[in-house]
């Protein structure tokens, strides 16, 4: 069974910085595409940042230049470094892991594996 994990959400002022971890169990990140999304409330979940099967890495551009995916094969955790937090970052964040290997695109699917979410909060 595959299960992911995140974690490091919190509360944050505005410029600050966070790293979140998508600890992943039951199957390797190394050689799946991982995503990064967050939801507001009120809003539709929408993609952050992506890192492909093959290690090509993609951003929202609203987080590109702040935001950084990568991704830890001996920890079997990928990592989201944002910085220069704005208030508008402020969701929900989740990581999803592709079913399926080799793709390296940006859409992730409900039958991808999701984790539960961490509470990113940016302050004014």
């Known amino acids: 069974q595959v299960q992911l994990v995140e974690s490091g959400g919190g509360l944050v002022q505005t410029g600050g910085s966070l790293t979140l971890s998508c600890a992943a169990s039951?199957?390797?990140?190394?050689?799946?595409?991982v995503g990064w999304f967050r939801q507001a409330p009120g809003k539709e979940r929408e993609f952050v940042a992506g890192?492909?099967?093959?290690?090509?890495?993609s951003y929202a551009t609203s987080v590109k230049g702040r935001f950084t995916i990568s991704r830890d094969n001996a920890k079997n955790t990928v990592y989201l470094q944002m910085n220069s937090l704005k208030p508008e970052d402020t969701a929900v964040y989740f990581c999803?892991?592709?079913?399926?290997?080799?793709?390296?695109?940006?859409?992730?699917?409900?039958?991808?594996?999701w984790g539960q979410g961490t509470q990113v909060t940016v302050s004014s």
């Open positions: 999803a892991s592709k079913r399926t290997t080799y793709y390296t695109g940006t859409y992730f699917s409900d039958d991808d594996y």
């Open positions: 039951g199957r390797t990140v190394a050689g799946y595409a």
């Open positions: 890192v492909s099967w093959n290690d090509i890495k």
